[in-house]
Nanobody, 118 residues
């Protein structure tokens, strides 16, 4: 499966952004889909995941502010981000795994989309 993210940009503190990840080559309904983020010189952080059955999980740092969802018919994954904080600034990556989200690893990655909050 190939993944292409979009929707990143610059936003003010407290603002909102919606990231999209369009998949091709396979159907995302078969996969655990996840969003990760990374700041230079820091380890990549898992942000949110959604299993093939629709169950979701979130990092504590984004619970209540971010919502992960998917549209299997459009083969697209989303990340709705509200109440954005400067510490949310990062490169955001879409990823897919052919196992349950809590098992990993994620074998398929997009190229990333930058989110800057200031």
């Amino acid at each position: 499966v190939q993944l292409v993210e979009s929707g990143g940009g610059s936003v003010q503190v407290g603002g909102s952004l919606t990231l999209s990840c369009v998949a091709s080559g396979d159907t995302i309904g078969r996969y655990c889909m996840g969003w990760f983020r990374q700041i230079p010189d820091r380890e990549r952080e898992g942000v949110a995941g959604i299993d093939s059955d629709g169950s979701t999980s979130y990092a504590d740092s984004v619970k209540g502010r971010f919502t992960i969802s998917k549209d299997n018919a459009k083969n697209t994954l989303y990340l709705q981000m509200n109440s954005l904080k400067p510490e949310d600034t990062a490169m955001y990556y879409c990823a897919a795994a052919l196992v349950a989200c809590h098992l990993g690893p994620f074998g398929y990655w997009g190229q990333g989309t930058q989110v800057t909050v200031s």
